[in-house]
């Protein structure tokens, strides 16, 4: 369960990087559009609009930003808790396959000592 949370986080933090990239082209795109009105000669309206485009994109980006690093953050928490988890889990395999060596070491003195005791019957009974 553990593995499948960090998985989807994993993912999570996938998504914002992509998307970070987007607004990166976006960005560059709006300022090449906007370099070449200013060429251009085009009006200040045109260019004012697209600076503040530019501008709503920078915070934009800046609010991914936020989220990635928040996503990296709780990536780093769920690495330890899966950690812990699998920790965990190793030492009930372990606890769970020492029992069963005692078990099966138990069992076959049961067994020896049913043979060691059919044994001395028979020999008892041979005399």
Known sequence: MEYLALE????DIAR??????????WRLAVAERRAAELAR???????????????????????????????RQALQQRIKTYEAARQRREILD??????????????????????DDLFLARR???R
């Open 8 to 11: 989807a986080i994993h993912l």
């Open 16 to 25: 914002a990087e992509v998307h970070i990239a987007q607004v990166d082209e």
């Open 41 to 71: 000669g085009d009006a200040s309206i045109h260019l004012q609009g697209a600076y503040e485009h530019e501008l709503a994109l920078e915070r934009y980006r800046d609010s991914l930003q936020h989220e990635l690093k928040e996503l």
């Open 94 to 115: 372990k606890l769970r396959s020492q029992q069963f060596d005692r078990y099966i070491s138990f069992q076959a003195k049961q067994q020896q000592r049913s043979l």
């Open 124 to 126: 008892k009974r041979g």
